[in-house]
């Protein structure tokens, strides 16, 4: 080239002849490049040197600051002539001199199997990949609802912008082109938003994914996935059970205020006060089984409505089974079971519970699971496993003994007629228990969270409220009436006495009997009658007895004469006004 006009004096052209072992080949020049003429500014390997000396043209890349080059490097291009990708390095020669020849080489480097991958790179890049990093993260996609794939190109198109796909995220979708955009869509649709053109709002609306609904991990439209929870009906399931275990706690304070009246006294009030705490532990259980439940709330759950279960049936079996006990003794001497010998009979059942339960709870951990209803909509249920079934043969078994309790003493007659309401409330929870469990698993086996907290709520209604109506009812009914210190006449008439009360003693003070001391004092009494019955034989064979006549000064000489005789029924006796041939 001359140095002071810069027009070109002569070129040459080398290709590498490829993989070919060899020289390479020389081209001819003169079709791109007449001799004559200064070169083309067009060309991207080419700036002249005496406009710009150092190269500084926005066609060469920045060189990295640590490192120095002879040259520039252009940016890549697509050349039409070789139909490939390059990349040139470009060298000025500076003349010798003043004036004379100077000269310009250009290296030309094909890049054209190198990939054009826009998305985020891959973690570790591979050695062998042949993906140019600087091109990593170039996508158009909304990178908070959607990802970008790449797509393999072919040779033909390893330089083309946009070949990758906007897919959209999990739980997320879009009602356009199934949530799948095409890159060269994506990009021309980004680059009218940049130009602010009519069609640039189609990036932000056509092409962005949307959010599914709650709880769907993957969607095609709006549609719900979870099941729509109904929070007013709940919370007034929830206020009225509330409430009822709030008047369970009453009523104990109420039965403290009486327990000296016989209709409670008689009744054993601190088992009553154990039924009435085991009610309110079932109470809760709406409360623990009320939020979408987690670990928290199913632990909760299963505390509640087995830990209350086996407390307030505990309890009413303990005082059935003291009346059977008493019912069918033969002895002479009735049984006395006081409450603090149930007491200790009790706690060993509630300690199995108590351990059980704690077991569960550590070693596996009741947690949640999710489930569909009928319309295939996901909730939360508690799971089921050999823990619960395990622990529901063990009630099943329980009620079994409660319920052969319970027909043993179908016929005693209790005071107040106890035994018998606590036996319809064994029988009542046998039978709700065994209906729920049909409703469960026949009628509704997928029924929505709604529904089964309804039969939730029914189940705790017909068993717990139940059994407080059938035992506390009566009770307070007759405090109410002023009759809670009477007798009940009509147990009293049908010849109940204060052995067969639930207490299994009456009144009398619950203190060990001694039996030698009691087994003294019946002979004592057995001879006193023993000695009456003979006394009365005498008397009424001497009284008007022609055949044997009284000696003078005797006993029986005077005939209207007061004469005592003494009754069995009474120590003392009594005296006798009348004659006793008109008696």
């Known amino acids: 080239m001359n140095a002071t006009s810069g027009t070109l004096i002569n070129c040459a052209w080398w290709q590498r002849q490829g993989l070919e072992v060899g020289e390479p080949r020389k081209l001819r020049c003169d079709e791109f490049l007449e001799t004559g003429h200064r070169p083309p500014s067009e060309y991207p390997w080419y700036e002249d040197a005496g406009s710009s000396p150092s190269l500084r043209s926005p066609k060469f890349m920045e060189s990295l600051p640590n490192v120095s080059y002879k040259g520039w490097w252009t940016y890549p291009y697509y050349s039409c002539k070789s139909r490939r990708w390059l990349i040139s390095y470009s060298v000025p020669i500076p003349p010798p001199g003043r004036g004379g020849l100077k000269g310009f080489l250009s290296l030309d480097v094909d890049v054209s199997h190198l990939e054009v991958n826009q998305c985020e790179p891959t973690t570790p890049i591979p050695t062998n990949s042949n993906e140019i990093s600087i091109f990593h993260g170039t996508h158009k996609c909304h990178n908070s609802t959607s990802q970008c794939l790449y797509q393999a190109q072919t040779a033909s198109s390893n330089w083309s912008r946009g070949k990758y796909l906007c897919v959209c995220r999990p739980g997320y979708y879009s009602p356009h082109y199934d949530g799948v955009f095409n890159g060269t869509l994506v990009e021309v649709s980004w680059q009218n938003r940049e130009e602010n053109t009519s069609e640039g709002d189609s990036w932000s609306t056509i092409f962005q994914c949307r959010k599914c609904a709650p709880g769907c991990h993957s969607c095609t439209d709006p549609s719900p996935c979870l099941a729509t929870y109904h929070w007013p009906f709940r919370i007034t399931l929830l206020v009225f059970s509330v409430s009822c275990a709030l008047c369970t706690m009453i009523i104990n304070i109420y039965m403290f205020k009486h327990r000296k009246l016989k209709v409670f006294k008689v009744a054993s009030p601190i088992f009553l006060s154990i039924t009435l705490f085991g009610c309110a532990i079932m109470y809760m259980e709406m409360a623990a089984i009320f939020p979408v439940l987690d670990a928290y709330s199913c632990i909760a759950t299963k505390w509640s409505r087995h830990l209350g279960f086996c407390i307030t049936y505990t309890a009413l079996l303990m005082k059935t089974w003291r009346v059977s006990l008493t019912y069918r003794v033969k002895s002479a001497h009735k049984v006395k079971l006081t409450d603090k010998q149930l007491l200790q009979w009790m706690v060993p059942i509630l300690l199995v519970m108590l351990i059980y339960l704690g077991t569960w709870t550590l070693s596996d951990t009741p947690t949640a699971e999710e489930i569909v209803d009928n319309e295939d909509l996901r909730f939360k249920q508690c799971v089921y496993n050999w823990w619960d079934h395990s622990l529901a043969i063990g009630e099943v078994l329980f009620l079994a003994w409660g319920i052969r309790v319970c027909y043993n003493v179908r016929n005693a007659q209790s005071l107040f007629n106890e035994a018998r309401l606590i036996s319809f409330a064994i029988y009542n929870i046998a039978i709700v228990n065994i209906l729920m469990i049909a409703f469960h698993l026949f009628i509704f086996p997928r029924a929505g969270p709604d529904i089964k907290y309804l039969l939730g709520f029914i189940r705790t209604q017909l068993s717990t409220s139940v059994t407080v109506a059938l035992v506390f009812g009566p009770k307070i009914i007759r405090v109410l009436r002023g009759l809670g210190d009477q007798w009940d006449n009509r147990a009293r008439s049908r010849g109940v006495t204060a052995s067969f009360s639930l207490n299994g003693i009456g009144l009398v003070p619950e203190e060990a009997p001694d039996l030698y001391q009691e087994n003294e004092e019946l002979k004592e009494e057995i001879q006193k009658l023993a000695a009456q019955i003979e006394f009365m034989k005498i008397v009424h064979m001497e009284i008007n007895n022609r055949h044997v006549k009284p ?32 008696l």
Request: proline share 9%; hydrophobic share 30%.
């Open 551 to 582: 000696k003078s000064g005797g006993y029986f000489t005077t005939l209207n004469a007061p004469t005592v005789v003494h009754s069995p029924l009474s120590r003392q006796g009594c005296l006798l006004s009348k004659a006793p041939e008109e």
